[in-house]
């Protein structure tokens, strides 16, 4: 699978946006952006995933760059209960996913 | 989102014992369950992959005799650790997909395990 590159941390002010940034520079063409979140000792969650259209929903909105080498995921309202660390994953159609080390996101009042 | 339910939540067990923890599939159908480790401060390790009916896939490293993997039903998942040892304390966690394509795997909530 290919390999993401994410920050290893960011600081976000509650009720901005926050915007994390996922460099995935050797994506093949059959591998979706998947993105989750585990908040301190829970399972991750899902967020929101995609091959090469931007997404949204409820929780939030994927950018992914038109030559799919990076993306970025965007709470369009960061609020404390987001603070977790962010998993960006590229995915292959084994349906596997591994984990890198992710961005821990800390929302500030 | 779909519901993964895993069972216990926490569990504490003296060495040697085993330890058995369930994964369910509420509310889909789950062709494939995997299981994961995490250590403190770690990101989540793949441990295996499981197919419903078939014998579990085990990632380089993972003792499979040590880890026993059973994926019986579609909606049920069980690791089994056996003559568990202290270095076996970790946070497991189970996913489960419908093993579509394009379609995202859930997380159940995680088992705590202390072995003493």
């Known amino acids: 699978d290919a390999k993401t590159t994410q920050p290893t941390s960011m600081d976000c002010a509650e009720g901005r946006a926050a915007n994390l940034p996922c460099n995935h520079s050797?994506?093949?063409?059959?591998?979706?952006v998947y993105w989750y979140r585990q908040i301190h000792s829970q399972g991750p969650q899902y967020i929101i995933h995609?091959?090469?259209n931007n997404e949204t929903n409820e929780m939030a909105s994927l950018i992914i760059t038109e030559d799919r080498k990076s993306s970025t995921l965007i709470l369009p309202h960061a609020t404390l209960r987001d603070t977790a660390v962010y998993y960006c994953?590229?995915?292959?159609?084994?349906?596997?996913?591994?984990f890198g080390a992710g961005t821990t996101v800390t929302v500030r009042a | 989102g779909a519901v993964v339910s895993q069972h216990p939540s926490r569990v504490i067990c003296k060495s040697g014992t085993s330890v058995k923890i369930e994964c369910r599939s509420l509310?889909?159908?789950?062709?494939?369950m995997f299981w994961y480790r995490q250590f403190p401060k770690q990101s989540l390790m793949l441990m295996a992959t499981?197919?419903?009916?078939?014998?579990?896939?085990?990632e380089q490293g993972v003792e499979k005799d040590k880890f026993l993997i059973n994926h019986a039903s579609l909606t049920l998942s069980t690791l089994t650790v056996t003559s568990a040892h202290p270095e076996d304390s970790s946070f497991y966690i189970c996913?489960?997909?419908?093993?579509?394509?394009?379609?995202?795997?859930?997380f159940g909530q995680g088992t705590r395990l202390t072995v003493v």
């Open positions: 509310d889909f159908q789950a062709t494939t």
């Open positions: 995609g091959l090469k």
């Open positions: 994953i590229v995915r292959v159609d084994d349906y596997k996913l591994s």
């Open positions: 499981s197919n419903e009916g078939s014998k579990a896939t085990y």
């Open positions: 050797t994506i093949s063409g059959n591998e979706y």
């Open positions: 996913s489960a997909s419908m093993g579509r394509v394009n379609t995202e795997a859930f």
